[in-house]
């Protein structure tokens, strides 16, 4: 499958586009000196290209990661090491951190620090992230969980209204009532004191010199200012972002951000123990209590004693390969190898990649997937999660027998894997897609997969020190119970929502390091992962020509087609087949590595800002 997109240029004449635009031609310029490779590529994008107009388009929930365009990329090649991240400056700093001697983890933190700055609006020190880390000496992959944590003051009620009945979610989100304790900096942290190679202080070099001196609007952060009539009601962040007028700052416009440059300062010196305990802490829980038509529970103690966690990967087999990802409280781990497993029983790598039967299968198995994963998935320190049953491929063989090839199935029920202790019901959780993903192999054959995030963009709209709050726990179930069964990912004290980002590393037969896989995109991100993942392990595809494949799948509703795909033309097939279908944006921001005979091959998504580099 490939994605047919409309593409605007500059054009011939750089000089007259110079004078027409000043700014996005200088901004044009900085992105190509940083080796983006061509001038059609980063025009397209910073001239905002469309994809192609719709089938049928219907806006929904999850439609708010706004698209800025599909701008194909080509794969990238490196002998030794390779950074994929959302933003060219990111990747640079990634790389910087490599060229000194530093591992995956180094390069990781640099990354994130840069992407606090210039995707604003996705992560940052104000949320919190999942780690997955190989130890190429070692042959060991360790998950970090760095997922923020439900204040000790939150109830299962928390984001019931007076009359008993949930919250709109905007209501929700905006304030400080949503803002879970952030985890980022802890989970980096711990990642780098068993890891790193280089001196703490030094990864946050880059993000210090580009905060203080300023980086170009690219884009993505530009269309979402203009787009967020909320953010600029926040003073900090007006400063920041916004002309006087209240109008978001024109695309290529130099932004710097004096605070969050003097709060990276404090934390390259006296470590993570500056961002959670004294000044930034006090002026965070200030943030949040005093918010004045919707205050949070944070305090002071709940940010003192925030603890990142180090667990287990969850790992099955897809055929002859080992995949491994997050366990609870993320969803992604134990979803995406259920996909797999449901599609074990097909001979995928018969079916054509651009056909209404390859999505019809993909789609069918996650409908499977995501209604387990309401019913189970959520925080396994306070809830029952049967991982063993979700993931053993004996019940999802079983699972699988339920599809057919002729008819979908509509709507699957929940099943009865092994390992239930409680009858738990189903929620009514809003995961919306502020994200990124970040994935890194170094020369020594280390690797990072790494999605953090603040939850939905720009988080709660409130900025502390030049950097937003999570509004993270908006992606616990907003009622706590159904029918009068709890429910697994309702709100308590300390707890952390189920999430579904879903970093991945795979492994082949010998036991080596396969590939590096990870995106951004709120509930939707299983899809996406799994698949780039069959794109790669069944179909022989790229990493790159995988992560550009049309989006497609269904989280047990209807089946969505991207907007603007291919995919689109099999829509009539697909509704024959009994497929209710909706149409949409489903913007991704799929970053992955594979090895190959010669070194490393990287990929990033078209539909971003993002580039793959390496060395």
Known sequence: ???????????????????????????????????????????????????????????????????????????????????AAAHPLAVEAGLKMLDQG????DAAIAVQMVLNLVEAHASGIGGGAFVLHFDAKKNATVAYDGREDAPMAATPELFLGKDGK??????????GKSVGVPGLLRVLEMAHARHGKLAWAALFAPAIELAENGYPLTLRLQKHLDNDTL???????????????????????????????ATFRRIAKEGPDAFYKGEIARDIVAAVRGHPSN??????????????????????????YRVCGMPPPSSGGIAVLQ????????DMKAVRPDSAEAIHLFSEAGRLAYADRERYAGDDRFVSVPVAGLIDPAYNHTRSLLITREKSMGKAAAGLPSGIKTAMADGDTLEFPSTSHISIVDKNGNAVSMTTTIESFFGSRLFVHGFPLNNQLTDFSMTPTENGRPVANAVGPGKRPRSAMSPTLVFDQQG???MVIGSPGGSVIINYVAKTLVGVLDWGLDIQAAISLPNVGSRNGATEIE?????ENLIGTLRAMGHEIRSFDLSSGLHGIVRTANGWQGGADPRREGIAKGR
């Open 1 to 83: 499958m490939k994605i047919e997109a409309k593409n605007s240029s500059i054009g011939g004449n750089l000089e007259a586009f110079v004078a027409q635009n000043a700014r996005l031609a200088w901004c044009l310029i900085f992105i190509l000196l940083l080796g983006h490779g061509g001038t059609d590529a980063f025009a397209q994008a910073a001239v905002g290209s469309e994809i192609a107009p719709t089938v049928i388009r219907q806006p929904t929930r999850d439609a708010l990661e706004l698209a800025t365009g599909f701008n194909q990329k080509p794969v990238a090649y490196a002998k030794h090491s390779m950074v």
């Open 102 to 105: 530093g591992a995956a983890i």
């Open 166 to 175: 949930p919250m709109k979610f905007i209501d929700a989100v905006i304030g």
């Open 231 to 261: 953010l600029r009601n926040n003073a900090e962040a007006k400063a920041i972002f916004y002309n006087d007028d209240g109008s978001a700052k024109a695309l290529g416009t130099l932004v710097k951000n004096p605070a969050i440059a």
């Open 295 to 320: 205050p949070g529970g944070l305090t002071e103690s709940d940010l003192a004693n925030y603890q990142a966690r180090a667990l287990a990967p969850v790992c099955g087999l897809y055929r002859v």
């Open 339 to 346: 996909i797999l497993e449901t599609l074990e029983r097909f």
């Open 512 to 514: 080596k390091l396969l």
């Open 563 to 567: 907007s603007g795909s291919t995919a």
